[in-house]
């Protein structure tokens, strides 16, 4: 099956032809860029808990193994609720604050949704 090409935005020409990521009129020398399906793609990467499940601002998600506070001897104790996390970019992709704890950063690999 043939890609439909639109015809000229400009003149109606049925003649045009891509050229790249350019859709090219011969009659008037009109160009205008493709629309492509790829650019209408949801490119934000999800994060995901160590179930594969997604993630969303508000969730609430439990610790899954023993982690090592930075800067303190406290840890953070397997089965640990955090409620309304937010997701952050970086390697540390979840922002939070836990009782008890304040305000810190985890990885969404060491916790999974309740
Ligand atoms: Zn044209």
């Known amino acids: 099956m043939m890609s439909e090409i639109p015809n000229c935005p400009e003149c109606s020409s049925t003649y045009t032809y891509e050229d790249g ?13 493709k629309e492509s399906e790829a650019s209408n793609n949801d490119d934000n990467e999800q994060v995901k808990d160590s179930n ?10 439990a610790i899954i193994k023993d982690l090592k506070v930075k800067g303190s001897s406290s840890v953070l104790k ?4 955090v ?18 704890f304040g305000a ?3 990885k969404s690999e ?5």
């Not at 409620?83 to 008890?100: A, F, S, T």
């Open 21 to 33: 990521m350019l859709l090219i009129c011969p009659e008037c020398s009109h160009e205008w860029p």
């Open 52 to 61: 594969g499940n997604v993630l969303n601002d508000g969730d609430t998600v």
């Open 78 to 81: 397997i089965g640990t609720k």
């Open 83 to 100: 409620k309304n996390i937010r997701l952050v970019d970086g390697d540390h992709n979840i922002d939070c604050k836990i009782d008890g």
């Open 104 to 106: 810190m950063k985890l």
């Open 110 to 114: 060491f916790v999974k949704k309740v």
